[in-house]
């Protein structure tokens, strides 16, 4: 099965900052890699597919990048909105797995 | 705009039995692979299951196969998971989602349904 480790596993930011989540995985996946944000009490909301492209609909202040064992999501402005919990996906291999998740909570 | 409403979930006893339904609407569900993904309480995202659109490629996470079936009805736009010899780990929100089209990922979500395993 294929690891896929975040980084940080919480992070504490203001409004208007700007934040880094990684997310390692535990060998080459390409560019196999989905991020999705989570809401309590919600289903997951697709944000990037394909490790750099932004679903329709989703906010420009959201980008994805990276390819092969180590990507990132980047919030470059955060908003209210933005405070949630965020998951990388690899697609890869089965199984399909997730990381472990970021929790973003207002500073 | 896409929908998936799952339902089937409940309390029932280690040992027992489940069958989850998700009903698809407002796209055309026999193009599409169709998954099941859980979340434990209070953890994090746990894919379970999928099925190809003519339902006869399937895949499970190791620790479902055997106990776990995935189909599905296309003629009733709905997804199914026939859960039997039900554990406490298996307790938890399951969601039906809907790949992108283009590729695999997961655009549509159901609102999930809650599993709790418990004597």
């Known amino acids: 099965d294929i690891q896929l480790t975040q980084s940080p596993s919480f992070v504490s930011a203001s409004v208007g900052d700007r934040v880094t989540i990684t997310c390692r995985a535990g060998q080459d996946i390409s560019d196999y890699l989905a991020w999705y944000q989570q809401k309590p009490g919600k289903a997951p909301k697709l944000l990037i597919y394909a490790a750099s492209t932004l679903q329709s609909g989703v906010p420009s202040r959201f980008s994805g990048s990276g390819s092969g064992t180590e990507f990132t999501l980047t919030v470059s402005s955060l908003q209210p909105e933005d405070f949630a919990t965020y998951y990388c996906q690899q697609l890869h291999s089965y199984p399909i797995t997730f990381g472990q998740g970021t929790r973003l909570e207002i500073k | 705009e896409v929908q998936l409403v799952e339902s089937g979930g409940g309390l029932v006893q280690p040992g027992g039995s489940l069958r989850l339904s998700c009903e698809a609407s407002?796209?055309?569900?026999?193009?599409?692979?169709m998954n099941w993904v859980r979340q434990a309480p209070g953890k994090g995202l746990e894919w379970v299951a999928n099925i190809k659109h003519d339902g006869i490629e399937k895949y499970y996470i190791d620790s479902v196969r055997g106990r776990f079936t995935i189909s599905r009805d296309n003629a009733k736009n709905s997804l199914y998971l026939q859960m039997n010899n039900l554990r406490a780990e298996d307790t938890g929100v399951y969601y039906c989602?809907?790949?992108?089209?283009?590729?695999?990922?997961?655009?549509?979500w159901g609102q999930g349904t809650l599993v709790t395993v418990s004597s």
């Open positions: 989602a809907r790949d992108i089209g283009s590729g695999w990922e997961f655009n549509y």
């Open positions: 407002r796209f055309t569900f026999s193009r599409y692979w």
